[in-house]
């Protein structure tokens, strides 16, 4: 990834660099080089479907610890907290652009850059949903969850698709709607306190306001946390040649530390 934002050397580059540096769990860069290695891509498909997601996905993070004035990352400072606001709105920018740079790779770019702009919209929309919501409802939390982290969920599997010729670009969309849902329902679970406190969406919270006790409303969350990654595992595993099968590795995982909170419940 750190070869797309390669150049003059800047600030801008700097902060880049450090952002990238703090670590990650890279989820989109492995579902993208699974999808890839099930539909027998070329290395440099497999790289396209890999970075640029993961390069969007890094930009956004930027952006949105602004917007929310998170100073921390990964338990390092932030790139707005330790560059400045306008360095880390020009960061976010750079990693834009450095994922269409990514995507010049892929077999067949066009499509391809359709199916990135598509899924930037969509993410946006989320984000801007989630800037001005003002007591939403929990249902409303699920569709600003989908919105704004399920479409680079399913972008790397999509772009796949698309480099391999293959069908399933609607499954792959539901598929990454659904592990949203269920992936910013624990973090909800696990943040309610932080949330309350700053006001930030919480699910929990909108549940709460909606009539349940903090207990009820925990395991309401947790069972539709529960539905969704049933939903997905369906759907991941209608996806063409076992192109769903790191999807459904994120869906085991997220279901483990589902039954973590529910046996602790």
Not at 94 to 121: E, F, Q, R, T
Not at 180 to 205: E, F, H, K, M, V
Not at 238 to 262: C, H, M
Request: a neutral charge; hydrophobic letters at 45%; charged letters at 20%.
């Amino acid at each position: 990834m750190l070869q797309c934002i390669s150049g003059t050397p800047s600030p801008v580059t700097d902060a880049v660099r450090y952002h990238l540096s703090a670590g990650g769990s890279r989820v989109r860069a492995k579902i993208g080089l699974g999808a890839a290695i099930a539909l027998e891509l070329s290395p440099t498909a497999a790289l396209a479907c890999a970075a640029a997601p993961e390069l969007l996905h890094n930009a956004s993070l930027i952006h949105d610890d602004l917007q929310d004035g998170d100073a921390l990352r990964r338990k390092m400072p932030a790139v707005w907290s330790r560059y400045g606001r306008d360095a880390a709105i020009s960061s976010g920018d750079l990693l834009i652009s450095a994922a269409y740079k990514a995507i010049a790779l892929h077999p067949n770019a066009g499509a391809a850059l359709c199916a990135m702009h598509d899924a930037v919209a969509v993410t946006i929309r989320g984000q801007s949903q989630d800037c001005s919501a003002k007591n939403p409802s929990s249902k409303d939390c699920e569709g600003i969850a989908a919105d704004k982290s399920g479409p680079l969920l399913a972008l790397p599997v999509r772009l796949a698709l698309i480099a391999a010729g293959a069908q399933g670009q609607e499954i792959a969309i539901r598929t990454g709607r659904a592990i949203a849902i269920a992936y910013q329902t624990l973090d909800d679970l696990a943040d309610r306190a932080t949330d309350l406190a700053s006001g930030a969406t919480n699910i929990c919270l909108s549940l709460e306001a909606e009539g349940h006790n903090p207990a009820a409303a925990s395991m309401v969350a947790r069972t539709r946390a529960q539905a969704a990654l049933m939903s997905a595992r369906q759907d991941a595993r209608d996806l063409p040649n076992s192109a769903g099968t790191p999807l459904l590795t994120l869906v085991n995982r997220l279901e483990a530390q589902l039954k973590e909170l529910d046996n602790a419940a």
